[in-house]
């Protein structure tokens, strides 16, 4: 599967880079919510089957201001996204009930379980 992870910690985003790829999944990655914004508002981009995002990044846009922003850009149907976040769970909730569609992921990031919501992701779902 073609991932994109949006995280700005280095350290968090080479982990799930490793992590990912060694499961043979193709890895693109950004810093924060504009860059990816930036690659794919490009004519001919090719959105990811996951978009893998940390809720809480730096720069004024946060992870789930990022997805609406894509899905403005978008009209078709976005990949999958997966919000991993450090916040507590009142946050989580909250992004549970205003984005239902997505999933929800706390840090720290246990990695089988990220690889099982991937799992769940197959592009045949979509």
């Known amino acids: 599967m073609n991932i994109s992870i949006v995280e700005d910690n280095d350290t ?3 982990m799930l880079t490793i992590a990912l790829s060694l499961q043979g999944h193709h890895i693109s990655t950004y ?5 990816l914004l930036e690659k794919l508002s490009t004519m001919h981009a090719d959105l990811p089957d996951v978009l893998l ?6 720069g004024g846009l946060s992870g789930v201001e990022t997805v609406h922003h894509l899905r403005m850009m978008h009209p078709t149907p976005l990949p999958s996204v997966i919000f991993i976040t450090g916040a507590g769970s009142v946050r989580i909730r909250h992004i549970e009930e205003s984005l ?3 999933a929800v992921l706390p840090k720290p990031i246990r990695i089988k ?5 991937i799992e769940a992701q197959k592009p045949s779902c979509l």
């Open 12 to 14: 968090v985003r080479e």
């Open 31 to 35: 810093k924060n919510g504009f860059s």
């Open 53 to 58: 995002v940390d809720e809480m990044l730096p």
């Open 100 to 102: 239902p569609e997505v």
């Open 113 to 117: 379980a990220l690889l099982q919501l």
